[in-house]
């Protein structure tokens, strides 16, 4: 999953940043308004992490204007915790959730991984699907209650991004740009190497390749993947 961390204190930036990466998200940084609203509205996060006093334009004002444009992305709100009247404002403005300063990053991380999940229409605290069991917290995905299997970084953020979106044609360029940051070269074919990688692990039948389309990850196996 790929998200926008939009914070102007440098060093809770910084911090934030390597946490949020050390847990398996592509991460990108804005530390004022003006920027964070172009790259919400110019690349396709999964969730937004905004803190609301921004230089050059108010983290409200920047939300507001996303949702004006009908701009439907996730957005968490971070505020100081006694100011309840930002957090009110926050959601009549379109916020999703807010956590007050100063948080543990582990509630943040629940946080997200909460809200992600009911944008994709996911019930519970853990991903499954097609027979697999992801473990977020270890990076490890399960086969029909078998041994863990462990992941690489970047085979468990495309696994996770699979089984999100199950059953949808997800072409290379989209699952490039949710699970890389903005650094990444988009026309690299490392999705393809690292596809093949998770289908030695989880088994062919799983990941479909769609000629010319891209890949569906199967909810459910038939005779027909298998």
């Known amino acids: 999953m790929r998200l926008l961390l939009v914070e102007d204190d440098a060093e809770l930036s910084q911090s934030l940043q390597q946490q949020l990466k050390k847990e398996g998200f592509a991460v990108d940084v804005a530390d004022n308004g003006i920027d964070a609203e172009f790259m919400g509205d110019e690349e396709p996060y999964d969730a937004i992490i905004l803190d609301l006093g921004l230089p050059q334009r108010p983290g409200l004002e920047v939300l507001k204007n996303w949702r004006q444009r009908d701009n439907k992305v996730p957005v ?16 009549k403005a379109g916020a999703d959730d807010y956590l ?11 946080r997200i991984l909460a809200l ?15 027979g697999l069991v992801l473990d977020e917290e270890r990076q490890q995905v399960s086969l029909n209650s ?3 299997i462990e992941l690489t970084g970047t085979e468990f953020r495309l696994l996770r991004y699979f089984m999100l979106h199950p059953d949808k ?24 190497v690292y596809v093949r990688h998770l289908r030695k692990k989880i088994g062919k039948e799983r990941i479909v390749t769609k000629r010319g389309q891209g890949y569906i990850f199967c909810r459910e196996l038939t005779e027909k993947n298998t």
Request: hydrophobic share 35%; aromatic share 8%.
């Open 76 to 91: 968490i709100v971070l505020t100081a915790r006694d100011a309840w009247h930002e957090r009110v404002d926050g959601f």
């Open 100 to 110: 007050g300063k100063p948080f543990h990053t582990e509630e943040l991380l629940v």
């Open 116 to 130: 992600v999940r009911r944008n994709n229409n996911m019930a519970g605290d853990t991903l499954k699907s097609s």
């Open 146 to 148: 078998g041994e863990p």
């Open 169 to 192: 044609i997800l072409t290379k360029t989209r699952l490039t740009e949710h699970v890389y940051d903005q650094d990444f070269d988009k026309d690299s074919n490392l999705i393809e």
